[in-house]
């Protein structure tokens, strides 16, 4: 049984940093691409960023301003988040997804005040 593990969401002042943690605990192989989503108040989840063997991927808004990375002998992934926004305010996820084999973390606030 796979679980994944959120952690270092807060409240933060615009133009701040917070740093999330994302801790996999069971069968997580290298194989599987890790990202991180954020679901805002009355908006869809959307993906922040991934990262893989292969490629890192960021959305456009986030480009400049968080850093992915993963530790593969942790099974742990992190968003490095700076210069922080007050629409960057959302629960933020962790995910883990290999074909059709998917892990969701419980989520972890984010909180942008102007």
């Known amino acids: 049984q796979v679980q994944l593990v959120e952690s270092g969401g807060g409240l933060v002042q615009t133009g701040g940093s917070l740093k999330l943690s994302c801790e996999a605990s069971?069968?997580?192989?290298?194989?599987?691409?890790m990202g991180w989503y954020r679901q805002a108040p009355g908006k869809q989840r959307e993906l922040i960023a991934h990262?893989?063997?292969?490629?890192?991927y960021y959305r456009d808004s986030v480009k400049g301003r968080f850093t992915i990375s993963r530790d593969y002998a942790r099974n742990t992934i992190y968003l490095q988040m700076n210069n922080l926004k007050p629409e960057d305010t959302a629960v933020y996820y962790c995910?883990?997804?290999?074909?059709?084999?998917?892990?969701w973390g419980q989520g972890t606030q984010v909180t942008v005040s102007s």
């Open positions: 995910n883990a997804a290999l074909v059709d084999d998917t892990y």
């Open positions: 990262i893989s063997t292969i490629t890192t």
């Open positions: 069971g069968s997580i192989s290298s194989m599987y691409v």
